[in-house]
T-cell receptor
Framework: DVKVTQSSRYLVKRTGEKVFLECVQD?????MFWYRQDPGLGLRLIYF???????EKGDIPEGYSVSREKKERFSLILESASTNQTSMYLC?????????????FGPGTRLTVT | QKEVEQDPGPLSVPEGAIVSLNCTYS??????FMWYRQYSRKGPELLMY????GNKEDGRFTAQVDKSSKYISLFIRDSQPSDSATYLC?????????????FGQGTTLQVKP
């Protein structure tokens, strides 16, 4: 079974703090993704990475950065947390081989910024 | 206009009913279609995956793709209370060689005993 783990299920931070969200996958997947999920807006892609040290912006990268130093680990960084970054953050890891495409999600981190 | 449209519901049905969940999309280049199920406070899990047009069946679940109408459906037969969840459709869009998913907003389903 593919396992995607996220460092925290619930997190409360103050405005202006630097926040690190960590994601680890155990299936040697090349591609990893960070999303945020908000009521009425669905899942929105923040950043993704297709290889170690490689990253691409998604649809809403402003206020976020990412780091992928090792293949199994993909970190999302909120440089200076703001209240509008209160959300559910979901990490995903993807197997992409030919027509086979399977994206596996972690359990999510519910972040509250006060 | 969003690339993928999905009615958010909520949809409430009695146990045993046949459920139909639907999405429309605008990009005719989409060829891979998925359905995810998400229980409350959990991450989405892959339910069904189809390539191009046609039907795919897995137990009580049937995924249907009509590329000519840009319309996909998920049917749940003999629905159970344990099927109560949010169902998200998704399609693959490519950025270079990397596929990324475009999700619908999700439909919340409640199956009442």
């Amino acid at each position: 079974d593919v396992k995607v783990t996220q460092s925290s299920r619930y997190l409360v931070k103050r405005t202006g703090e630097k926040v690190f969200l960590e994601c680890v996958q155990d299936m040697d997947h090349e591609n990893m993704f960070w999303y945020r999920q908000d009521p009425g807006l669905g899942l929105r892609l923040i950043y993704f990475s297709y290889d170690v040290k490689m990253k691409e912006k998604g649809d809403i990268p402003e206020g976020y950065s990412v780091s992928r130093e090792k293949k199994e680990r993909f970190s999302l960084i909120l440089e200076s947390a703001s209240t509008n970054q209160t959300s559910m953050y979901l990490c995903a890891s993807t197997l992409q081989q030919g027509i086979r495409y399977e994206q596996y999600f972690g359990p999510g981190t519910r972040l509250t910024v006060t | 206009q969003k690339e993928v449209e999905q009615d958010p519901g909520p949809l409430s049905v009695p146990e045993g009913a046949i459920v139909s969940l639907n999405c429309t999309y605008s990009n005719s280049a989409f060829q891979y279609f998925m359905w995810y199920r998400q229980y409350s406070r959990k991450g989405p899990e892959l339910l069904m995956y189809t390539y191009s047009s046609g039907n795919k069946e897995d137990g009580r679940f049937t995924a249907q793709v009509d590329k000519s109408s840009k319309y996909i459906s998920l049917f749940i037969r003999d629905s159970q209370p344990s099927d109560s969840a949010t169902y998200l459709c998704a399609m693959i869009s490519y950025s270079g060689n990397t596929g990324k998913l475009i999700f619908g907003q999700g439909t919340t389903l409640q199956v009442k005993p």
